[in-house]
């Protein structure tokens, strides 16, 4: 279903990757099946969906099982497979464990003026404890330009400040492309075009993200830490805003969203 051999083979790219180990691999799972997965994406004002809105993110999310359709709940249900997590984490050199509970992952859906700031994931699962490591994203859009933007890009880490320092790579959304990359190498990921479709197109993935054993003394970051986009910096009220959002209690109140 998947190209493990081609992760295998270029697993030294993955890990010799900059700014942060990471693979880039095209037509990741058979065209037929990654259309069946296209497909059964709800339209982007479905009632299911969960639908965050505020200065760091525009973009709609899902993560029920029981809401996935038939391929959905099948793929997923194999990305979470002992048979492949095992195989994953073989190749990569890690003991992974998967996220039955999808936390942060599912479906994502960005339309026009779709968004995500630059952030660092949370480092420990809130419910089992597990340092967050690999992140696996497909992307689905059929028919998706490159001026369409919604480019994935990776950013080096500013270590004196805690922020991103440049982008240093940016992936273009296509068809069945698949990115997995490492989360603890301060990995500061988003989306570093706004998506521009005129109407005709919505940013599709999917998303899932593989826990390990935490080191000792791991820094126990449970949601994630934004930083601001260039025309947000010195902003008291965004940066507010991100203080508020990696806190571990204060972020329930920190969203605009609907569902």
């Not at 990305?79 to 992974?96: M, P, Q, R, Y």
């Not at 988003?190 to 479709?197: A, D, H, I, N, P």
């Not at 449970?222 to 902003?235: F, H, V, W």
Request: glycine content about 6%; proline content about 6%; some cysteine.
């Amino acid at each position: 279903m998947i190209k493990i051999e081609e992760i295998k083979n270029r697993v030294e790219e993955f890990h010799s990757a900059a700014p942060f180990p990471h693979l880039v691999i095209d037509d990741f799972v058979e065209e037929k099946f990654a259309k069946s997965l296209s497909e059964e994406f709800p339209v982007i004002g479905d009632a299911s969906l969960f639908t965050y809105s505020n200065p760091l993110e525009k973009k709609s999310a899902l993560n029920d099982w029981n809401k996935f359709p038939e391929y959905t709940y099948k793929f997923f249900e194999y990305l979470c497979s002992e048979t492949f997590v095992n195989n994953l984490g073989a190749i990569l050199g890690i003991k992974l464990y998967p996220d039955f509970g999808l936390h942060g992952g599912g479906w994502h859906m960005h339309p026009d003026g779709g968004k995500l700031n630059p952030h660092l994931d949370y480092n420990i699962h809130p419910k089992l404890g597990l340092q967050r490591r690999i992140n696996l994203i497909l992307y689905l859009s059929q028919d998706w330009k490159p001026e369409f933007g919604g480019h994935f890009g990776l950013w080096s880490n500013d270590a004196e400040n805690h922020r991103p320092q440049k982008l240093e790579k940016e992936v273009e959304v296509k068809f069945n492309r698949a990115v997995i990359f490492d989360t603890t190498f301060q990995s500061w990921h988003g989306l570093s075009r706004e998506v521009s479709t005129e109407g005709t197109n919505i940013r599709k993935s999917l998303a899932i993200y593989y826990l390990c054993d935490p080191p000792a003394n791991s820094v126990n970051r449970q949601r994630a830490l934004y930083a601001p986009t260039e025309d947000q910096i010195s902003n008291p009220e965004i940066e507010e805003l991100i203080r508020k959002r990696a806190d571990n209690q204060l972020y329930k109140d920190q969203y605009i969203t609907k569902s």
